[in-house]
């Protein structure tokens, strides 16, 4: 039996416990990569899409569709993922002494140009999913503020489940 005041001790540091083991995580805006693997999957992206008149992949949100998706529908591509981006930076240190987020703009092109050709399984995959967050719906956490469809030259966007026709039009009075 515990007295009141045993009881009110051990809840203390049984708080204090918590919180110390929850303060080690560090709060991220990812739900599945680390820092370094958004990095890395950041460079690789912009790659893909770079900017120009318009955003980057990036810039456009595309690591937000493709880190949201990795928790749900791409699950099976978590794995992909993981060893896939380790190999991109092992390959980038390998030939530049840095990290792939870490080095210029061609030496990114290089390295992407090289696991295009070493692993193109993982580029397609990487390549598939950065173009779906950049031309996809914004609902999905990519193509933000639809950015791809104006550049498009896209009025309205489309919107889910509603038809962007005038029914009025050819009615007969």
């Not at 991109?88 to 987020?101: I, M, T, V």
Request: proline share 5%.
């Amino acid at each position: 039996m515990f007295t009141r005041r045993q009881f009110v001790a051990a809840s203390a540091m049984a708080g204090a416990a918590l919180a110390v083991g929850c303060a080690k995580r560090q709060r991220t805006p990812w739900e599945f990569l680390s820092e370094p693997e958004a990095r890395t999957l950041k460079a690789i992206c912009d790659q893909i899409v770079p900017a120009d008149d318009f955003p980057s992949a990036s810039q456009a949100g595309v690591l937000t569709y493709i880190d949201r998706q990795l928790v749900r529908h791409f699950r099976s591509y978590q794995e992909s993922y993981r060893r896939g981006l380790q190999q991109a930076n092992l390959l980038s240190k390998k030939r530049f002494g840095l990290d792939l987020a870490a080095a210029s703009p061609q030496q990114q092109f290089a390295i992407v140009s090289a696991i295009e050709k070493q692993d193109p399984h993982f580029f397609e995959l990487v390549r598939t999913h950065t173009l779906q967050g950049y031309y996809g719906s914004p609902r999905h956490g990519g193509n933000r503020d639809a950015v791809s469809w104006r550049m498009l030259g896209l009025a309205e966007p489309p919107l889910l489940g509603r038809a962007q026709y005038d029914l009025t039009a050819g009615k007969r009075s």
